[in-house]
């Protein structure tokens, strides 16, 4: 049948079916665009948007660490529990916005402020994975000494450790590490939050050419306030030598407190993370030697995204420790707790949300350890995954440690109980180091920009149909077959007897989004860059597609494996592939839908009556102002 089907679609067929896609001209815009690769990219998520099945990052479950490697981190396991047990008192930083010097002194002594950094200048040298598990437990304690320390492990040193020269890493590094000088990243500007490009800070080179005069400020600069080398980045003017032309290409800088021109504004007062210490920082005719630009001149866009995109899956480290010291929490009660002459735990309702729970942290978990896995490989590819997992991660936690307040009832609202701090620390995790409304277009349009080039590449080919014959008929059987219910995704190979429906139920999702995202290009060619509504769903598919796939790599792991848990954890992998394949549905059935469509117009002219009033357009019931 299969044969007979892929033998049915002519080369005209294909031709006629890909000319009418009009995705000829697709083009998202300059700041997506990226080099050609000399390798096949490797992101799961990425080829998804093409229909392709790539399973290199994905299947089997990364196991990165050596024994030596475990044995190494484990080594600070203990030192950590304890550090936060017996020294760090969380609801002390968050009511004085403070970290006693006792605590931040104990922080260096135990080189818990240079885990990433090599042990040549002083750091621990600790992998992605290695600290993940470090970070995981920091995060079931205090999420605003999370940050205090981890602004300066990751963004704040990163830059110098990916982009730095030999001498900036012998000078810095060792300053960073252990010799008790905090790093901070310094980006986002007062005009400027998520359009990181458009920065206004300028930097111009001084007569002598020794220095760069820097002008401007930067806004929400965590630990800015404790910080003395920080990551920042500015505008410099540079004459195009082919044709003169001037142009002002966004730049990287190493800059000092104590350099002439530098200073800080006072604390913020947050909402969270009270502890960690954000400010303003203003260079006022700061100079900073020209051996202090980080990277080339006018790479200060692709270094500021590249530092951000290596340190976001820590952020779901932090926060798979939080959402496992919310579900303890809300389970010492629902099974301590009678009510009506039961307890908690007996009531269905109850077993929903606890189920709930766990399943997203489980999935929360799976792809933490899985980007940072992948990194340690060696992955290059991991961009949209680890902006996948920042984004679910983000999210689940405050669902998790929303319900568990809910289980808790009226002790979740005290102060006692420790979810309320988690509940405030943790809502900017959702808008820090990228917006999940922005990293969700992000996701959308890079991977529809791939898919709009793995067409076009189709289109060229079909050009000269006989010349490219293995190409032509490659794609037509495989659309074709997918047309008709046969040849689209197979995962069952890769996944534990137990997980086979679960699989085809991720597969069909993988079949159904690339075929929608093929659609969206036919309709909207470039123009999907402005279809925000449909980009938004078309992020949400790709994100539970991806999570469907995690969980599936990881319980399959454990029961191959013969984990204690393997049975609890197959059971989670077939509850969250039941929910996230119906909610794939669903989104993809708004992205078609004429219903959705009017849904989605009648929102923007509800939103535009709203803002014309900057405020409720609606008359007030009474109808008195």
């Not at 920080?230 to 505008?235: E, I, M, N, P």
């Not at 303890?328 to 729970?357: D, G, Y």
């Not at 809502?427 to 992000?442: K, P, Q, S, T, W």
């Amino acid at each position: 049948m299969l044969k007979t089907c892929v033998n049915s679609v002519s080369v005209c067929q294909v031709r006629q079916m890909l000319l009418r896609s009009a995705i000829r001209n697709v083009s998202l815009g300059p700041t997506l665009q990226s080099k050609e690769q000399l390798k096949p990219n490797r992101s799961f998520v990425m080829n998804v948007f093409s229909g392709k099945l790539q399973t290199a990052e994905l299947f089997p479950y990364p196991e990165p660490l050596s024994d030596e490697q475990k044995e190494y981190v484990q080594a600070f396991v203990d030192p950590t529990v304890k550090f936060y047990q017996e020294v760090n008192d969380a609801a002390r930083n968050d009511a004085t916005a403070n970290v006693d010097q006792a605590v931040v002194d104990a922080l260096w002594d135990q080189g818990f402020l240079g885990p990433f950094i090599p042990t040549e200048y002083g750091g621990l040298g600790l992998s992605n994975s290695q600290s993940v598990r470090l970070s995981e437990i920091s995060g079931g304690y205090d999420l605003g000494m999370c940050i205090y320390a981890g602004a300066h492990q990751t963004i704040g040193t990163k830059g110098i450790m990916l982009y730095g020269t030999k001498e900036q890493k012998e000078k810095y590094l060792p300053q960073l590490s252990s010799g008790r000088v905090f790093g901070a990243f310094a980006l986002t500007e007062p005009g400027t939050g998520s359009d990181a490009a458009s920065v206004k800070t300028k930097a111009i080179l001084s007569p002598c050419g020794k220095y760069y005069i820097l002008n401007g400020s930067k806004l929400w600069c965590s630990g800015g306030g404790i910080a003395n080398i920080f990551t920042t980045f500015a505008q410099v003017e540079v004459a195009d030598p082919q044709t003169g032309e001037k142009k002002n290409k966004m730049t990287a800088f190493i800059v000092e407190r104590q350099f002439e021109g530098v200073s800080t504004g006072p604390p913020e007062d947050k909402m969270g993370i009270k502890c960690s210490v954000t400010t303003e920082i203003f260079f006022d005719d700061a100079k900073v030697p020209v051996e202090n630009v980080l990277g080339e001149i006018g790479s200060g866009f692709k270094i500021a995204v590249n530092i951000l995109n290596s340190g976001r899956f820590g952020l779901g480290a932090m926060l798979s420790g939080t959402m496992k010291t919310c579900i303890e929490k809300a389970t010492e009660h629902v099974t301590s707790r009678v009510q009506f002459k039961r307890k908690l735990i007996e009531f269905e309702n109850v077993q929903e949300k606890l189920a709930m729970m766990a399943t997203h942290h489980y999935v929360a978990q799976s792809l933490t350890y899985m980007v940072a896995g992948n990194m340690d490989k060696g992955s290059v590819d991991f961009h949209l995954e680890a902006a996948v997992s920042k984004v679910f991660c983000t999210e689940a936690a405050w669902y998790v440690c929303d319900e568990a307040i809910q289980l808790l009832g009226g002790n979740g609202f005290m102060k006692s109980s420790g979810l309320e701090r988690f509940l405030r620390d943790m809502r900017i995790f959702r808008i820090f180091e990228g917006a999940n409304d922005v990293l969700r277009m992000f996701i959308a349009l890079t991977g529809i920009q791939h898919a709009g080039k793995d067409l076009r590449e189709l289109q060229k080919a079909l050009k000269n149909p006989l010349g490219n014959i293995g190409v032509v008929l490659a794609e037509g059987s495989k659309r074709a077959g997918r047309k008709v219910g046969v040849g689209g995704t197979d995962l069952t190979p890769f996944v534990a007897k137990e997980l086979q429906n679960a699989a085809k139920q991720c597969a069909e999702c993988v079949d159904k989004f690339s075929q929608t995202i093929e659609s969206l290009l036919a309709k909207h060619g470039k123009g999907i860059v402005e279809r925000q509504f449909q980009l938004a769903r078309v992020a949400d598919c790709v994100i539970d597609i991806y999570t469907m796939a995690t969980v599936l790599s990881r319980a399959t792991r454990s029961s191959k494996k013969g984990l204690p848990s393997a049975q609890h954890e197959l059971v989670m992998a077939q509850l969250w592939c039941q929910e996230a394949s119906n909610r794939v549905h669903r989104n993809l059935n708004r992205i078609h839908s004429t219903a959705f469509q009017n849904h989605y117009q009648r929102m923007a002219l509800v939103a535009r009556n709203v803002s014309e009033r900057r405020g409720v357009a609606h008359t007030n019931p009474l109808e008195i102002d």
